[in-house]
């Protein structure tokens, strides 16, 4: 049974009971929920990652971005994005948002635990032990063992954390010679790669033996 339509002053009524008050709108323009955690939820269109987005002049832009270009009286500097301190996608609360580089943005994930799945978070003094130890030549596979987390994530953490001492582990032969057992027993090219400090390519030509015959 269909339920019986409302008149024209009770449709009005409902709408002024309505309560809007946790309902905000954030410079330029962008519609947001204000939530119990300080978060202002974008509830406008998104683009399936959970950022939220809106055109201007035709162009699809973050909202989170305008936000804080609204907030600044600029647009970002070259290289640089909107980062969350809140680390909500969906939030577009200027005070939650803070003007940092890619690197920078990535390298705070990586701190948070949330560049790489299912890994645990690390502190300030694991990253600054981390650092003295690939320093001193522990591997990527010790280093992932000791603390809890993937090769791949102290990878990132010696390629992004430290950009301008970034550590290289330099290979011998006795190291070429166990990539390619490694390999000979299925394991994947880019695995040893992140492991090993070095390029899929590099990989590639130890296992044709171009390099460390």
């Known amino acids: ?19 809007m008050s946790h309902y905000v709108t954030v410079p330029p323009s962008l519609p947001g929920e204000l939530v119990e955690s300080g978060c202002i939820i974008y509830i406008g269109p998104g683009n399936g990652n959970g950022y939220g987005v809106k055109r201007v002049q035709g162009k699809k832009c973050y909202a989170h971005r305008l936000a804080l270009e609204a907030k600044l009286g600029r647009q970002l500097l070259p290289g640089h994005c909107a980062c969350h301190t809140c680390d909500v996608r969906g939030c577009i609360n200027p005070d939650h948002l803070f003007e940092g580089t890619y ?4 390298l705070d994930a990586v701190r948070k635990g949330r560049y790489c799945k299912h890994s645990q ?19 990527h596979t010790e280093l992932a063992q000791m603390y809890g987390v993937t090769v791949a994530r102290i990878g990132q953490i010696n390629k992004l954390y430290f950009p301008e001492t ?46 460390y015959k």
Do not use: C
């Not at 690197?103 to 990535?106: I, L, P, R, V, W």
């Not at 394991?187 to 899929?200: I, M, P, Q, R, T």
């Open 1 to 19: 049974m269909r339920p019986p339509r409302l008149r024209r002053y009770q449709r009005i009524e409902l709408r002024i009971d309505f309560d």
């Open 103 to 106: 690197s920078e943005n990535t």
């Open 121 to 139: 978070k690390l502190s300030e003094s694991d990253l600054g032990e981390i650092r003295q130890q690939l320093e001193m030549g522990v591997s």
């Open 166 to 211: 970034v550590v290289k582990p330099k290979l011998n032969k006795e190291m070429a010679d166990e990539i390619r057992g490694r390999l000979a027993a299925g394991e994947k090219y880019s695995h040893l790669a992140n492991e090993y400090g070095v390029s899929d390519r590099m990989i590639r030509k130890i296992k044709n033996g171009e390099a």
